[in-house]
């Protein structure tokens, strides 16, 4: 089975950019979730969704930020307009839901920002 | 002070002993823990998860657990250079993670 599947693997873009991530979940997963991770502050949890519908957007760091699940087999995280301190790797999830508290991660995507 | 704390090392030790990774939680409402590790330039992978105080064993990994002393520790036995790795410590139900404690494991 195919994993969890992100695109684009890297990007780089200026400041001032807009910039979308992508991911694919596990096929059958109820659980999808947003990681950004530096090194100085680690990995965070940005979002979360329950059968698409946004759970906890609280580690959502402001306005520039947003993410969508239009259906059970994607979601994206958008970053308009993007600023260099938004350098890091961002990571998405699935678990299903009888193991909510496995969560399976993707490769990650690097984002460079200029 | 961090909600979820782990030093940073590197944590090095010899191939066939016992690595000792710890992590200690802020928030005494925090119910459930979680050891990820991840290589290098790949994305963490769970290794096991523990809920009640005490020990829980799988294969070489034993996690422990005191809520009383708010520490949760994961012991590698037998540990192999292929253990080299940052380990992450998770607490739920915020799903925060530490920093992470690298470890190196040498022949």
């Known amino acids: 089975d195919a994993g969890v599947i992100q695109s684009p693997r890297h990007e780089v873009t200026e400041m001032g950019q807009e910039v979308t991530l992508r991911c694919k979940p596990i096929s059958g997963h109820d659980y999808l979730f947003w990681y950004r991770q530096t090194m100085m502050r680690g990995l965070e949890l940005l979002i979360y969704?329950?059968?698409?519908?946004?759970?906890?957007d609280s580690g959502m760091p402001e306005d520039r930020f947003s993410a969508k699940m239009p259906n059970a087999s994607f979601s994206t995280l958008k970053i308009q307009p993007s600023e260099p301190r938004d350098s890091a790797v961002y990571f998405c999830?699935?678990?299903?839901?009888?193991?909510?508290?496995?969560?399976?991660f993707g490769p990650g995507t690097r984002l460079t920002v200029l | 002070q961090k909600e979820v704390e782990q030093n940073s090392g590197p944590l090095s030790v010899p191939e066939g002993a016992i690595a000792s990774l710890n992590c200690t939680y802020s928030?005494?409402?925090?119910?459930?823990f979680f050891w990820y590790r991840q290589y290098s330039g790949k994305s963490p992978e769970l290794i096991m998860f523990i809920y009640s105080n005490g020990d829980k064993e799988d294969g070489r990994f034993t996690a422990q657990l005191n809520k009383a002393s708010q520490y949760v520790s994961l012991l590698i036995r037998d540990s192999q250079p292929s253990d080299s790795a940052t380990y992450l410590c998770?607490?739920?139900?915020?799903?925060?993670f530490g920093t992470g404690t690298r470890l190196q494991v040498f022949p």
């Open positions: 969704f329950n059968n698409n519908v946004p759970i906890d």
């Open positions: 999830a699935s678990s299903p839901h009888s193991s909510y508290n496995e969560q399976f």
């Open positions: 928030d005494r409402g925090s119910q459930s």
């Open positions: 998770a607490v739920r139900p915020k799903l925060i």
